[in-house]
């Protein structure tokens, strides 16, 4: 099993020693670095720990997990100490670590994480290490879901007899969030539940032996409210498959620290799923069923249980939650030798009906009103606005209220760590396979209003806090409202949705230019002397409103040609940027990233306020 991420620690006491040492494509050396993030170490022990840890029989954790998965941990080698396992799925599976991630953690350039998965194909096919699964605890936006170069090369590691797993991705509650590899045609991407058992362990830890179940009431696993959705931007049904994502006990190796860590993340559900196809591998190798990446595949996904995770849509949870056994009775049934084409059909896979993410709510001035909605804790509703082009009807404002009427009953209603119930909001813009909210995470307690401009998002009412407000350009394409319990309350919640547009026929600019534009292209234009204030969009064809979507950035430097704004140079789309103060500029135009490849987008420049 080759595990793209971090790398293990050289002190990570749960794995077993991998086969030599694979490569390291980090910029600085120390692929035992004692200072390397915890995460590369994590995500192996859930897939392939082996050990166990002492710890007081009459401690709080102990007893937790005693209590709530109602089995006797064995006595340790000391006196009053028990033993906590720490058995991954696959204890002995080989790893064969690659390392892409720096020790900070932090993001690198899709070029690294290619190269990472190369490697891992150049170690099966040259060198022939039995690598039989990729885990990818990572994952990015993309502009073209199932066609860009990450996705591409997972579809082209499948048809060399490996079997990518990759993260879903952090990024909901909205729908079409899932990122890239997950998004791939082949691999499977996993979405991350929180499971009553592990959740009320955690919970313990804050509020006594037996009293998890305060923060956690149902008996049923929920999917996760950061969990990304599908379906993709093509309309293909992920994620794949669900697993155990939240308060996972496992490995924390980082610095000074050895021992055990809670984690939280569908990077921590994806090596759960990679140890199942490991197994599956392994057993198939064994036996001579000659199964393919797809058998394997196939196996899980056939087997996969949704009754653990009821309630939930397919775009949430994929097939079902992992059922390992299920799968290896699937696999010794059906292992065919099949080999993979451009897309994978699953015998008896129907066509996803995707619910409200294709039927947006017809709005692009006036009001819509849903009275006496109720949700159980960790379940949402989702509401779609249809933004339009902003050359045919210019939304100038978003405003979404909630009336909470109910709260119902939480007995943790007055602990400062928990609060009571709440209704959250979320405000997800047009963006697809990431997180770009406006609003993230606001949790109502009565009355409250987000209103989103172009300049400006504002919060106000009775809201006991939020994550994160950002502000930024209304773009066309799907707008979503999601509104949810959070996953900690108790009862159910009833609440009234109000979501108002204001929109006008789009003004003429003072200033407009067109064109066209090719990958890595660039446009240059002539010093141009604007007034402070004025605001100049660079919008184009393949917006977020269509699949797939290109990225085109406008720099601004002043007279002398110095850098001056890169506020155009983001994701948005239209890019919209508005000066502070009158200046001679220089604008230039650059192809970031044009979809489909090949062609050339068309480019609309307009100045406001010249």
Known sequence: MDVSCDGAASSDPFCAPGAGR??????????????????????????????????SATGLLVRS??????????????PGMKLIPLIGIAPEANLYIIKVFDHTGLGVPTSIILAGINAAISARVDDGVDIDTINMSLGGATLFDGRDLEDMTVDFATSQGILPVSAAGND??????????????TGIAVAAAADPVQVRIRRDQQLGVGNGNQAFVSNDA???FFSSRGPTSDGRAKPDLIAAGTFLLSAFAQGSSVGLAFGSGTSFSTPAVSGAAALLSSFAGANGLGATPFDVKQALLQSADPTK?????????????LNVEG????????????????????????????????SPIELDHGKFAAKGLALSPGRLKQFVLEIPERSDRLVQQISVSVHVRSLGD??????????????????????????????LKARVVGDATFTITDDATTVTGDVLDVLDVVSHVIEPGFFKVVVDTDWRSFDTVTFDLTIRVKSISPPTPDVFKKGKIAQDGIVQFAPITLHAGAVLELSWGHDWSVYPTS????????????????????????????LDSGATIVIILFGFEINPPGQSERWQLRIFGA
């Open 309 to 321: 995770v009821p309630g939930y849509p397919r775009t949430a949870t994929g097939k079902g939650f």
């Open 172 to 185: 909901g509650p909205a729908s079409n969030t899932v990122s890239s590899p997950g998004s791939a045609q």
């Open 222 to 224: 929920q999917v996760i």
């Open 551 to 578: 990225d085109v950035d406008m720099y601004i430097f002043d007279s002398a040609g110095n850098l001056i704004s890169v506020a155009g140079a983001t994701l948005n789309s239209p890019e919209r940027v508005r």
């Open 22 to 55: 694979p490569p390291d494509f980090t910029p600085l050396p120390g692929f035992d670095a004692p200072t390397n993030h915890f995460h590369g170490s994590f995500v192996a022990a859930v897939a392939a720990g082996s050990g166990a840890v002492e710890r």
């Open 65 to 78: 997990i005693e209590s709530w998965t109602g089995a006797t941990l064995p006595d340790g080698p000391d």
């Open 410 to 439: 939480n007995p943790l209603k007055d602990n400062p760590t928990f609060g009571g119930n709440a209704v959250s909001v979320d405000l997800q813009s047009a963006k697809r396979t990431t997180n770009d909210e406006f609003v």
């Open 327 to 358: 799968a290896l009775s699937n696999l010794q049934t059906q292992a065919s030798g099949h080999r993979l084409g451009d897309k994978e059909q699953l015998p008896g896979d129907e066509e996803d009906e995707f619910g409200e993410f294709f």
